[in-house]
């Protein structure tokens, strides 16, 4: 598996893919924090992060796809993939090393823009909790989505028409959340209870406000869980399809 990972993650720095995304990310992330710092009324810089995670969150999404179209519809589409589907290889293992090498360029996009709590510690302060809790809260979040792409990339052979459902899933996504705070659904109580709980925005912001959830922690972790099950049962059948 770890053979397999190694050749992922190059395979993402060898192709333009994760320079451009990274390229794209930072540049929204810096256009929130010179926004956030240009309408300080302090002269005391003083952030907590929460509002940049939130804003580049809603564009991020729309990167996620990017990264993951090619897991698996790249592979079918090249029909590289009957390699290590007739290979004596665990299919966990390898929808486990494809989706932490996206994960890890992932890891590294967020890793970069540590740049920016360093400015903000220079020049004045830090909540240093909420910042702590955003990344991660923002990290988790993410790997939520990793996965649904990763789910997807391996439904189809075509990695344009991955990105595009992705984007629609991505988008869903959002849908979700905000669909829970709507008058419809907030007329119903128990209803409510089940959107809020499915509700990863809402999660995220315990997090965001500096506050560890363990109760959320496991959220994220499990349903990035059962969205890679899916992917495993969804390339499972395909491989017993094949004879």
Not at 11 to 40: D, E, H, K, Q, R
Not at 69 to 81: C, N, Q
Not at 144 to 152: D, K
Not at 184 to 213: C, D, K, N, Y
Request: proline share 3%.
């Amino acid at each position: 598996m770890f053979a397999l990972y190694k050749k992922e993650v190059k395979s993402y720095f060898l192709s333009p893919f994760a320079y451009v995304v990274s390229a794209l990310f930072l540049m929204v992330f810096s256009l929130f924090f010179i926004n956030g710092i240009s309408t300080m009324n302090s002269n005391v810089l003083k952030f907590s992060f929460s509002n940049i995670f939130y804003n580049n969150f809603f564009y991020f999404i729309f990167m996620i796809p990017l990264l993951t179209m090619r897991t698996f519809a790249e592979e079918r589409k090249s029909h590289t993939e009957t390699l290590w589907l007739s290979a004596p290889i665990s299919l966990a293992k390898v929808v486990l090393a494809k989706y932490f090498a996206v994960v890890t360029v992932y890891l590294m996009m967020l890793l970069l823009t540590l740049f920016f709590p360093l400015v903000a510690y220079w020049h004045g302060s830090v909540v240093l909790t909420t910042m702590l809790c955003g990344y991660l809260g923002f990290f988790l979040w993410g790997m939520v989505c990793i996965a649904v792409g990763v789910m997807i990339s391996a439904l189809t052979d075509n990695p344009i028409i991955a990105a595009v459902l992705g984007e629609g899933a991505m988008i869903l996504i959002i849908f979700l959340d905000n669909f829970t705070k709507s008058a419809l659904i907030q007329s119903m109580p128990p209803v409510a209870r089940v959107f809020e709980w499915f509700s990863t925005q809402r999660r995220f912001g315990v997090f965001s406000q500096g506050l560890f959830s363990l109760a959320d922690l496991v959220f994220f972790l499990s349903l990035s869980a059962v969205v890679l099950s899916w992917t495993i049962i969804i390339i499972e059948k395909r491989r017993w399809s094949r004879g």
